[in-house]
């Protein structure tokens, strides 16, 4: 790894000369303590491995595959249109923005595109699931660290968000709703005037949040300077989305590649931050959910009238060929390789899930932290595990 | 006590009646508090009811509570320490019982008075370190162990700061004894000005902040909750306790803010006594014995009106990390008390 930060390195020194110690000095047993699969702060079943010496981690490792479902394997016995209902259950707090790249993929394939309405109503979409699901990580962040108010606050204004999703698509957290060619139906009366308002209290819950966690001193003294990973290992490590913005590196597929979505039509700015640690994350993260509220707003200004569903046939059959879409997920980037041999479902899907990369730098950014630390450098790395085991 | 009644209790009377009075004294706090604040004002915190259903306004919640822990399975781990573990609750339960016999309700209403009584208190209330120490070694669990070893250490680092807080109060006060803290509160007099007496919460506001602020580590409440800390340690401690062995962890801990609430209210707030001016009362012989029956009432507005406080933090609050929390006691803590026990020390000698 080039170019550590002071910290990463004095705390590597610390963590070699604790391994060090305890091989050679006392020889006492180092401590290996496992982290899950069961515990109360890894939102699910993932497994940590950390050595310790005393409260400090001499080494660390993430152990996935718990949680195993096997979609890219299921995804080759169903038809295309039957991909989406496992897909949605990828990173299930933002399920909507699982069934995008797909379709999209397909869509090129098939050399389809959806009618602007239907593309402004993903997009709409597509924001919604990312501000249900970055609320809640915003609210979880408090509990990860003893604070047990802010998550009643996101799960009350996250309802909100729901019941929009539920209001336009019928399903309030698999939604199922996009077609291959537009969407399933049209927005419902009155839906759009409700999503203005719910923006509105989602801006009060962001004000919230501001105050009661990130302005709080013990918050920010568990926060900066801790698990930094600067810019070239972020990238090295392949992360992506809030957790690479966060290093600083300007870096958003929804503005920076041509994509059938309505970003090019909105005016968004994408956050950075220059730390890398801990509070910039979250920070990141803050912003992005105000901004994703913005975004929906002029969405909802300009939202064009016309049909939401292209001409496709009835029964769906993908010519052959290869095709790889990848869109700015709430979790990062989240992209299909899909390859089709001219069937009625995919011959192989890829799935490349932002968490599972998001992860790989655990043993990086673990080694010489304490434990309490480990809870909110994976709180702040924010991973979903449906979305690390696929 | 007996001065109230007629006619003279046996001694046994008298034991059995303090074991009765004890008990009240510490499940009724306990309970309040975990009724009122743990329960309802969390809930409304939280923008949420609480429980709705049992009783009227949810307020049998509790006893549904502990009596599910009464019927649960009393489970200790095989490789557990038996003896040792399924002792530990009790031991901090205890401590808990030991705060509550030199709290002062009354002129007359006491369990027992002794000259050293806050000595006394500061010194049994670690008591509860052994038991959460040893709970944490004999559970046999890693989570367990670093609780254990967190709360061992945090509660040592935080007796200081309280001793150092409670020194300043005995300077003003002239003594250790419970009932003369309260009488000198209540004869003293503020600049001249004797209408409200002298609670010490105004010329100590130092010392009783940092008193608060190392009782709720005492207590393991967030920001100090590490050996708790349920997201990184699971339950610390208390991650192998079940039924009615938790129970007696969970009454502690809630009886055990109380009890320091009412210490609290004892040392800064005047205790049971109203100003002794208002009704003519020179000294403690002096004070009508209906106080033995609003003094309770007056400790317990009391100690609500401070674990309000306690828990008002307690549900707001992030946690810090264990050597910040060291760091905290150390090199802030620490150096007010001991600048609040010298600038106290001067006033004394001045005026």
Redo the contacts between chains.
Sequence with gaps: MTMLSDRQQLSYIAAQAADARLNVELETEG?T?NIGPQ???THGTLRIIARLDG?QVVWAEPSCGYMHRGYEKLAEVRTYPQVTTLVNRIDWLGSFANEVPFILAAEQLMEVEAPPRAQWIRTILFELSRIANVSLFLGDL????????PV??AF?DREYVLNLIEGATGGRFHPNFDRIGGLKDDLPAGWVDETRQVMRKLRNFCDEIED??FG?E??Q??MRGIGVIPADVARQYGLSGANLRAAGVDWDLRRDQEIALAYDQVDFKVWTHPDGDCFARCWVRLQETREATKIVDQLLDGLPPGPIMAKVPRIIKVPAGEAWVSTENPLGEMGYYVVSQGDLGPFRVKIRSASFNNISVVPWVLRGV??????TILASLYFILGDIDR | MSALLAFEIPYWGQSLLRVLGGIVAVLLPAGTIVYLFLFKM?SF????LGPMEAGPYGSLQLVAEVGKWLQKEDIAPAAADQRIFKMAPIIVLVSTFLLVAVVPFGPQAYFTDFSAGIFYALAVGSVSVIGILVAGWASAN??SL?GGLRAAGQLIAYELPMVLAVVGVVIQAGSMNMQQIVVAQNTGAIFGFEWLGNPFVLSQFVGFLVFMIAVQAELTQ??F??PI??????SGYMTEYSGFRFLMFFIAEFATAGVFALIASVLFLGGWGVPFIWFGWESLSDVAWWMNLAGPAIMLTKMLLLTFLMMWVR??????????LQTFAWKFLIPIALANIILTAILKVVF
């Design positions: 401590m303590l515990h109360p702060a409260e408090g509990v990860q660290m003893g604070a047990i108010t009643f606050m009350r009661l966690l709080n013990i918050f003294s568990r304490y434990v309490p630390d480990i809870i | 969390m915190m939280q923008s949420r890693k989570y670093l967030p920001p909750d590490m800390a349920e997201s990184e340690l699971v549900f707001s609050y992030p946690r810090f990390r264990e050597d910040q």
